[in-house]
């Protein structure tokens, strides 16, 4: 029988501290990664930036992600999750100083790199460290907090770039990230190593002592053995483990997902918003601005019904509704786009925000969660760095094509073609990822290796 059904904890202030703090790290990963869309209209001027200059620019933090991505892993399983978590916040603090003094091109795209690495490394040491952290019965919900504070970042960074924009002060919409990252550098000091990582390494005195600081009454002491059990046989796994044919497949599972979550095209919105609604007649520039906040926002509220019901109705509901969801969205949007008539401007507002939301209800916070779950122990952090490297690496190869796509098939092409894409996910979602609501990391575990 699953945990759910067997135990009701409540919620120590300790440990909601704990998931606040870890959240932060979601924040400064969609701050840093749309605050350029709005730096970039005064940085072209003001380096007389080349187009292509401009798309170095853009895409170099998508290059540090997978640069983070890479090397995220490592640490977490090297130093521990919460050490990684401090570094990655450093590392946020000097990329946003660097770019708010820049003087040049070259040290745009370095303080582009620099926090690219950060949003790397946190991609990888974040989900890890909350779903290590939360008891099984809250362990979606508190994952998928960290989506919700990626979606909040995403939209503060569109609000602060238009409150910006009238000053034209690009460097401080780059020196604002600095802000949440100290805050959370000085906090992290406060927080726990996870109990499982510190089991792996052999202290079960300090685990134990962590797991009683976390949670109340003494229902988690069951839980103690399954942990250790999980965590001692086999310590860290080797690549070689993580490519073995007995894990392969679990592997390939989270790793497929985590390219569905690029290749149904939701950063072509994310970072591409103003351009579309440009594309489909919107013709004054602060429309579109304004749609792209409205497009924000509605990502913010539909992520938070996800956190919502991540644990009442199950992982697998979410991502299914989602994905249907957004197929049907493109339908219309490239509908729209083909008939071209006089109301493609509300058809593709409507179809964006409806696309964006079922997203935010699916994938956007499933695929983290998913991924913070599937993998055992001894190759959770190999396996997550294989599945963010994957998750980056076509999150640029998406963003890179996304505007050669719309030349070479035109708007209709392209959105029907992300439409084929979502409904392939759709089967993905429903022949192969399991059901993993309510259950402990090491229930989860024997499922998988059952
Ligand atoms: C994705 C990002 C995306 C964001 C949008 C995240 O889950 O990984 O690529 O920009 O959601 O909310």
């Not at 134990?208 to 949670?215: E, W």
């Not at 860290?236 to 569905?260: D, P």
């Not at 998750?391 to 992300?418: E, P």
């Not at 084929?420 to 429903?430: E, R």
Request: hydrophobic share 55%; proline share 3%.
């Amino acid at each position: 029988m699953g945990y759910q059904r067997t135990v009701k904890e409540k919620l120590t202030p300790y440990l909601l501290f704990v998931i606040i703090v870890a959240t932060i790290s979601g924040f400064l990963f969609g701050y840093q990664t749309a605050v350029i869309s709005g730096a970039l209209i005064f940085l072209a001027p003001a380096f007389h930036l080349s187009i292509p200059e401009q798309g170095v620019v853009v895409s170099m933090i998508l290059i540090g992600c997978i640069l983070g991505a890479l090397v995220g892993g490592h640490m977490t399983d090297r130093w521990g999750r919460k050490k990684t978590l401090i570094i990655a916040s450093m590392i946020f603090i000097i990329g946003s100083f660097l770019l708010s003094i820049c003087q040049s091109y070259e040290c745009l795209i370095i303080g582009r790199l620099i926090s690219g690495i950060g949003v790397g490394i946190v991609s990888v040491a974040a989900p890890l460290y909350i779903s290590e952290i939360s008891p099984p019965r809250h362990r979606g919900m508190f994952v998928s907090l960290y989506q919700l504070a990626v979606t909040l970042g995403i939209l503060i960074s569109f609000v602060v770039n238009y409150q910006c924009a009238e000053s034209a002060n690009w460097r401080l919409m780059f020196l604002l990230g600095a802000v949440p990252a100290a805050l959370q550098f000085i906090c992290l000091f406060f927080l726990p190593e996870t109990p499982s990582w510190l089991f792996k390494q052999g202290e079960e005195k300090e685990g134990t002592s962590i797991l009683q600081k976390l949670r109340y009454g003494k229902n988690w002491m069951n839980q103690i053995e399954a942990m250790k059990s999980a965590a001692s046989p086999h310590r860290i796994g080797s690549w070689k483990v993580v490519f073995s044919s007995k894990l392969r497949f679990v592997l390939l599972i989270g790793v497929v997902l985590s390219i569905f979550q690029q290749i149904t095209g939701i950063n072509t919105v994310i970072y591409y918003a103003p351009k579309i609604f440009e594309i489909a007649g919107f013709t004054s520039a602060t429309g579109a601005i304004a749609a792209t906040m409205v497009v924000g926002t509605v990502n913010v509220l539909a992520t938070i019904i996800s956190v919502w019901l991540l644990d009442r109705i199950g992982r697998r509901k979410l991502l299914l509704v989602g994905a249907a969801g957004m197929a049907v969205s493109l339908i219309v949007l490239g509908g729209a786009f083909f008939i071209g008539s006089g109301w493609i401007n509300e058809a593709a507002l409507v179809s964006l925000m409806a696309y964006v939301g079922f997203f935010a209800i699916g994938l956007g916070p499933v695929t983290w969660v998913i991924l913070s779950e599937i993998y055992p122990l001894k190759i959770r952090s190999k396996a997550m760095t294989v599945a963010v490297f994957a998750n980056w690496g076509f999150n640029y190869l998406v963003s890179l094509s996304f505007l050669d796509l719309i030349q070479g098939m035109g708007g209709a092409g392209t959105f029907l073609l992300y439409a084929a894409i979502t409904i392939l996910s759709f089967w993905f979602v429903y022949r192969f990822i399991p059901e993993t609501r309510g259950k402990t990391l090491e229930e989860i575990e024997s499922m998988i290796l059952r």
